[in-house]
């Protein structure tokens, strides 16, 4: 029986010691080998975990597509296109609601079918460059072959009838490239003036970090500030105030929040995960060495998504080099101050780590292992709650409406976008434009705005 399973692998390509997780697919012929190096490659080991779980994903997909309708395609052209159609109408018939292939899609919107399409594109590319795969091109599709024949099947006709990308060889060729496009293409998107942004109620911040960061104490003794949850407000006031995303806190070592004494004021610094320098002790070369072998722990950003210790990495505009950091940069300026009180607060409720759990990680759980964001994130909605509010993305209320908030404050404050675009730690200055988007409420205060300005210049014409 034909299958196609998800499983995590420990792949190694030489004999060092070094090991590298990837997510793989397991079909009844085995491993889908050629996937493992093709995520194993130099150029796609920068990635983030979700980009290869993702491809993994879609390249099921494709697999899935192509046993349900065995003997139907004898070139890879139309298989693409009926592919794509699938994904884009799903496989049910809308009067029966039946699928007789089995699949039972659902229809996908242009995103994420330009996506995975992408993901499919990028593969078979890759598969089709590589010499090692040129001896199984030849097996035709309807032949009852592994899953790796077939994939080499659909990158060789893939490429000789330039389906995917226009591989050009010449400089008159080159010339028509912008006249050229793919066979095969995911829908167009409706043309928009991007997403609003979805803030945090400014008018709620205080009331979030004063009523809702709160916890219980079971000790009789307690005082005022043992029911105070200094962790979650000094977390919050990076992400609303400071306009972080909601992973980076989780980077965080102790030795990353300094004290500046003769300024007054704090220094906050996430390093890069991996690359990121260890200023603080000799003898290391970046912050991958440092965890080896002084915890025997691993970035957290190369660990599977679905362990609690994964935390993400979105590639922001470093300080100092590739091997730098990202500075906090608090707007208002007197927010360092608030941090820095909660901090400090919250060094004193910490829970060190054991021994045989030691690690370097700022913001630990109440057993002293290292604070995951699931973990934060069902903090956050708890404090929410706690204020009469509802949690949701939608209204904002996640916690990545503080990063919203955080970019609208300064668009709003008339903050120069090259300023912005540094305090948000953004590659392009393209990225903050959707910081200015506004939403149906926003109009409508500035409508009334409007109608008061008419009506006193109405007055004042009679």
């Given at each position: 029986?034909?299958?196609?399973?998800?499983?995590?692998?420990?792949?190694?390509?030489?004999?060092?010691?070094?090991?590298?997780?990837?997510?793989?697919?397991?079909?009844?012929?085995?491993?889908?080998?050629?996937?493992?190096?093709?995520?194993?490659?130099?150029?796609?080991?920068?990635?983030?975990?979700?980009?290869?779980?993702?491809?993994?994903?879609?390249?099921?997909?494709?697999?899935?597509?192509?046993?349900?309708?065995?003997?139907?395609?004898?070139?890879?052209?139309?298989?693409?296109?009926?592919?794509?159609?699938?994904?884009?109408?799903?496989?049910?018939?809308?009067?029966?609601?039946?699928?007789?292939?089995?699949?039972?899609?659902?229809?996908?919107?242009?995103?994420?079918?330009?996506?995975?399409?992408?993901?499919?594109?990028?593969?078979?590319?890759?598969?089709?460059?590589?010499?090692?795969?040129?001896?199984?091109?030849?097996?035709?599709?309807?032949?009852?072959?592994?899953?790796?024949?077939?994939?080499?099947?659909?990158?060789?006709?893939?490429?000789?009838?330039?389906?995917?990308l226009n591989h050009l060889s010449s400089r008159d060729a080159a010339a028509k490239e912008a006249r050229l496009s793919r066979k095969v293409q995911a829908?167009?998107?409706?043309?928009?003036?991007?997403?609003?942004?979805?803030?945090?109620?400014?008018?709620?911040?205080?009331?979030?970090?004063?009523?809702?960061?709160?916890?219980?104490?079971?000790?009789?003794?307690?005082?005022?500030?043992?029911?105070?949850?200094?962790?979650?407000?000094?977390?919050?006031?990076?992400?609303?105030?400071?306009?972080?995303?909601?992973?980076?806190?989780?980077?965080?070592?102790?030795?990353?929040?300094?004290?500046?004494?003769?300024?007054?004021?704090?220094?906050?610094?996430?390093?890069?995960?991996?690359?990121?320098?260890?200023?603080?002790?000799?003898?290391?070369?970046?912050?991958?060495?440092?965890?080896?072998?002084?915890?025997?722990?691993?970035?957290?950003?190369?660990?599977?998504?679905?362990?609690?210790?994964?935390?993400?990495?979105?590639?922001?505009?470093?300080?100092?080099?590739?091997?730098?950091?990202?500075?906090?940069?608090?707007?208002?300026?007197?927010?360092?101050?608030?941090?820095?009180?909660?901090?400090?607060?919250?060094?004193?409720?910490?829970?060190?780590?054991?021994?045989?759990?030691?690690?370097?990680?700022?913001?630990?759980?109440?057993?002293?292992?290292?604070?995951?964001?699931?973990?934060?994130?069902?903090?956050?909605?708890?404090?929410?709650?706690?204020?009469?509010?509802?949690?949701?993305?939608?209204?904002?209320?996640?916690?990545?409406?503080?990063?919203?908030?955080?970019?609208?404050?300064?668009?709003?404050?008339?903050?120069?976008?090259?300023?912005?675009?540094?305090?948000?730690h953004h590659c392009s200055p393209e990225s903050q434009e959707t910081y200015k988007e506004f939403s149906a409420k926003d109009i409508q205060d500035a409508?009334?705005?409007?109608?008061?300005?008419?009506?006193?210049?109405?007055k004042a014409k009679n």
């Amino acid at each position: 029986m034909a299958f196609a399973l998800h499983i995590n692998t420990r792949y190694i390509n030489d004999d060092t010691g070094r090991e590298i997780e990837l997510p793989g697919l397991l079909t009844q012929d085995g491993i889908l080998i050629s996937h493992l190096r093709y995520l194993a490659s130099t150029k796609r080991q920068r990635l983030s975990p979700s980009w290869r779980e993702r491809s993994r994903y879609a390249i099921k997909l494709l697999m899935d597509y192509i046993r349900a309708n065995e003997g139907l395609f004898d070139k890879a052209l139309p298989l693409l296109e009926s592919f794509v159609l699938s994904l884009r109408m799903g496989t049910i018939n809308v009067e029966t609601q039946l699928d007789p292939s089995g699949l039972f899609w659902r229809p996908r919107g242009p995103e994420d079918e330009r996506i995975l399409l992408g993901h499919v594109t990028a593969y078979t590319d890759w598969l089709a460059d590589e010499p090692a795969y040129k001896a199984t091109r030849a097996n035709p599709l309807v032949e009852a072959t592994s899953d790796e024949e077939r994939m080499n099947w659909c990158a060789y006709y893939h490429k000789q009838e330039n389906v995917f990308l226009n591989h050009l060889s010449s400089r008159d060729a080159a010339a028509k490239e912008a006249r050229l496009s793919r066979k095969v293409q995911a829908s167009r998107r409706s043309k928009s003036s991007g997403r609003i942004s979805k803030r945090f109620p400014e008018s709620e911040y205080h009331n979030l970090l004063e009523n809702g960061w709160v916890k219980r104490s079971a000790d009789p003794h307690a005082q005022s500030e043992d029911f105070i949850d200094y962790k979650g407000r000094a977390i919050t006031i990076l992400m609303h105030q400071g306009g972080l995303r909601r992973s980076e806190p989780f980077h965080l070592y102790l030795s990353d929040i300094i004290c500046d004494h003769k300024n007054q004021d704090v220094i906050v610094r996430i390093w890069h995960p991996s690359d990121g320098r260890v200023e603080f002790e000799d003898g290391y070369a970046n912050r991958s060495d440092y965890l080896n072998r002084r915890y025997r722990l691993r970035p957290r950003t190369e660990l599977r998504k679905s362990l609690a210790q994964h935390a993400g990495w979105k590639n922001p505009l470093l300080v100092d080099g590739e091997n730098g950091y990202i500075e906090v940069a608090f707007f208002p300026i007197s927010a360092s101050k608030l941090f820095f009180h909660n901090y400090i607060n919250y060094l004193k409720q910490r829970a060190n780590p054991l021994p045989h759990e030691d690690h370097p990680y700022a913001f630990t759980t109440s057993s002293g292992t290292p604070e995951t964001i699931k973990n934060f994130s069902r903090q956050h909605v708890a404090a929410v709650n706690r204020i009469g509010l509802v949690h949701s993305k939608n209204l904002g209320t996640s916690e990545h409406g503080h990063r919203h908030a955080f970019g609208f404050r300064l668009e709003e404050a008339e903050i120069h976008s090259t300023i912005i675009q540094k305090a948000m730690h953004h590659c392009s200055p393209e990225s903050q434009e959707t910081y200015k988007e506004f939403s149906a409420k926003d109009i409508q205060d500035a409508f009334r705005r409007g109608e008061r300005i008419l009506e006193e210049k109405r007055k004042a014409k009679n």
